[in-house]
């Protein structure tokens, strides 16, 4: 037995699909104690958007902590915080015209969301919140409320309330139109359904699905809130940082959110880091009302400005995560179009596609057919049933083609030994 296998939890995941010990790793490669290379399709589960140990990021850690910068503060006034500040409202707030207050919470994605949450409730004075169906928010009580899948809502041990399931843009096929069916049920005094304090999804559903909300759907669901004075909390936690092309997810639908939960990729370095972005106006927390001891990390704080200026000064980055989003969007379109869309589908879009097979179980052996190839990759969806391709954003063009290769041999390997077992 392992040290693992006697001292860790079994609610461990990762590591039952990928059972090696990783020591080191650098850009888009993980390499295990044996020295093996491995291609990274999974990213810290879209934490590494700018690949591990990025140069430019190490090097201002490296000499911050050199020099004895603070490492924790709590929330007071620190220069890596100025920094920070500086660097999102100049390179990124700025450019899209965009204004918000910063409110550092508890290091991670799910902190933000039960701070967004409870800020909606405080402004509106209302309790109910509408999410989504698929939709993934964290598994604290309060984000665990607004998930919807049913295997992270069971491990609360409690009842979870105060929250509303709508469908999401798709969810009963394109034929329906899900908008007119909030609408009537948020309006209806008979419906049941509470009038929100807020609204809270995802553009692209990452742990969903990879379902997409189109940008109609998002534009309607905003002009939904808006005549209802119902608050618009978009989850970027991990759509966001240029995973769908653009720095935030939702810029494509020229949509305003009220509220605007980041982590994940935020430090871009890896480092545990989570803000809520919310309208000014919107701020009428109290001193210490929302806390918690690691809320604004000092080292993330320098690893998410050098990400910043690096990658987001101008719009090279962006057009290079689209040319790779097409490389990836043809790779998947080649491999469905070889089984048709019955048997393996596509869904996702930019830098968070996947390939929906016909069941979780296929979708693991794929994953397990790819690692022994040497790619990490991980499933998502309702059912586990889409393979996610989630590199890193600064992976070679070489590296991921490499990567999509093994992709498709692994899914050929799987499907011939499903028909021939079906024979």
């Not at 650098?26 to 491995?38: A, M």
């Not at 809320?295 to 200026?309: L, P």
Request: hydrophobic content about 40%; some cysteine.
């Amino acid at each position: 037995m392992t040290i693992f296998d006697q001292l860790e939890s079994e609610v461990q995941c990762y590591a039952r699909s990928f059972p090696t010990t990783f020591d080191k790793a650098q850009g888009e490669y993980l390499y295990d104690r044996e020295g093996r290379q491995y291609i990274d399709f999974l990213a810290g589960a879209g934490t590494l958007n700018y690949g591990h140990n990025h140069p430019v990021l190490k090097e201002a850690l490296v000499d911050y902590i050199m020099r004895d910068g603070i490492t924790h503060g709590l929330d007071m006034h620190t220069a890596a915080k100025a920094e920070f500040l500086e660097a999102f409202n100049q390179h990124i707030l700025k450019p899209r015209n965009m204004e918000y207050t910063f409110q550092f919470t508890g290091p991670t994605g799910t902190n933000a969301v039960e701070a967004a949450l409870k800020l909606a409730r405080k402004v509106t004075g209302r309790n109910n919140i509408i999410s989504f169906t698929n939709g993934f928010h964290g598994v604290t009580l309060g984000a665990v409320s607004a998930t919807g899948n049913s295997h992270h809502r069971g491990g609360a041990g409690v009842a979870l309330g105060d929250v509303t399931r709508m469908p999401f843009c798709g969810y009963h096929g394109r034929d329906i139109d899900s908008l007119k069916m909030i609408e009537k049920l948020i309006t209806d005094p008979s419906s049941g359904v509470d009038l929100p304090a807020a609204m809270i999804v995802e553009t692209v559903q990452g742990e969903g699905g990879l379902n997409v909300a189109n940008a109609d759907w998002l534009r309607g669901l905003e002009k939904i809130c808006r005549q209802h004075e119902i608050l618009l909390i978009i989850d970027d936690i991990q759509a966001g940082c240029g995973r769908t092309g653009s720095f935030f997810s939702f810029e494509q639908a020229g949509i305003k959110p009220d509220i605007i939960t980041m982590s994940k990729s935020l430090s871009g370095f890896g480092l545990p880091f989570a803000i809520v972005l919310l309208k000014p106006e919107l701020d009428v927390w109290s001193p210490g009302e929302h806390n918690g001891t690691f809320r604004g990390n000092n080292h993330a704080f320098v690893t998410a400005t050098a990400a910043i200026r690096h990658f987001w000064k101008d719009d090279a980055f962006a057009k290079e995560i689209a040319e790779k989003s097409a490389l990836v969007s043809a790779h998947f379109k080649k491999v469905s179009d070889r089984y048709g869309v019955t048997k393996i589908n596509t869904r996702g879009r930019g830098m968070m596609q996947g390939l929906v097979m016909q069941s979780g179980e296929i979708a693991d052996a794929v994953v397990a057919a790819c690692f022994e190839r040497g790619l990490v990759i991980e499933t998502c969806g309702n059912r586990g049933q889409v393979v996610k391709c989630f590199c890193p954003l600064t992976i070679s063009i070489e590296a991921l083609e490499r990567g999509l290769n093994i992709v498709s041999e692994a899914v050929k390997e799987v499907m011939a030994e499903k028909l021939s077992n079906a024979s």
